[in-house]
């Protein structure tokens, strides 16, 4: 290990008396470790020119290979620092309902287990088990996946929804008079309005108009008077109570789906996303409780 950290830092650095310093040796220290290393490997990694070094194509490649290697060495270390002997629960969710929901409740989870490290990635795209380390994801749609298990959270309630000023522009009156006016849609969910329509028995096809591949932006959309943004209840309740959104026309429907929590049946013993998912257990109850 000492000497692949003295390797990489001259090849980022290109200097030994930097890396001398960065790692507390001596210049002839560090000299010595990168051509041990290089009699390890049986490769060249440096040309010396005149007291400078220079990477070879070789050396080039490997200090690429080996930067990410010790960067991942470097995250681990230091995720068990910050939680010695807990652990980390490597979390996959959707950026709009990760801010909107998830966000405003991570901070009783973070109370009851302290020990637990959460490291959070957005993923728009349909999560990768075996191409990625997680353990565990929240997504939206059906409980088709291969090796996993699942946790209902909920299904969610959509609502046609405009700015004030739209609403008052185009004359809304009724759910008819939507099929006219432009619509912001949603790449993940390309058939959102169709379904909308179809169950309020009005006769629409073709439907055009501005395409997001995120709610947040069609929110900031909607609320701007670019058009008609089809909505989840939950994620807009701010922007409703302060009139920033009104309803176009109050005519909800369930979407097709729901929000899951997923991981995989390989590693469903995994001591954080147990808690976890005990945790979210409790919230949804919290929830359940509190709308009643």
Known sequence: MNLLLAFEGVARTGSITAVADELALTQSAVSRQIQALENQLGATL????????????????????????????????????????????????????????????????????????????????????????????????????????????????????????????????????????PLLHLHSRPHAWEHWFEVNGIPASDLTGMVFDQFGAMVQAAIHGVGLALLPEFLIEAEINDGRLVHAVNVPIKSIGAYYLVWPRATSQHLPTLKFRKWLEGELTRKSSTEA
């Open 46 to 181: 440096f040309l010396r020119e005149k007291k400078r070094l220079k990477l070879t194509s070789a050396g080039r490649e490997y200090a690429s290979e080996i930067r990410e290697a010790l960067s991942k060495i470097a995250q681990a270390s230091l995720a068990l620092k910050a939680t010695p002997g807990a652990g980390t629960l490597n979390l996959a969710i959707l950026p709009t309902f990760g801010t909107r929901w998830l966000a405003a409740r991570l901070g009783r989870f973070a109370t009851l287990h302290p020990e637990v490290s959460v490291h959070l990635t957005t993923r728009l795209q349909p999560f990768d088990f075996a191409g990625e380390k997680l353990d565990a994801a929240i997504h939206f749609g059906d409980t088709n996946w291969p090796g996993a298990d699942h946790m209902k959270l909920m299904t969610e309630t959509v609502v046609p929804v405009c700015s004030r000023e739209f609403r008052q522009e185009r004359a809304v009156k009724a759910a008819g008079d939507l099929v006219r006016l």
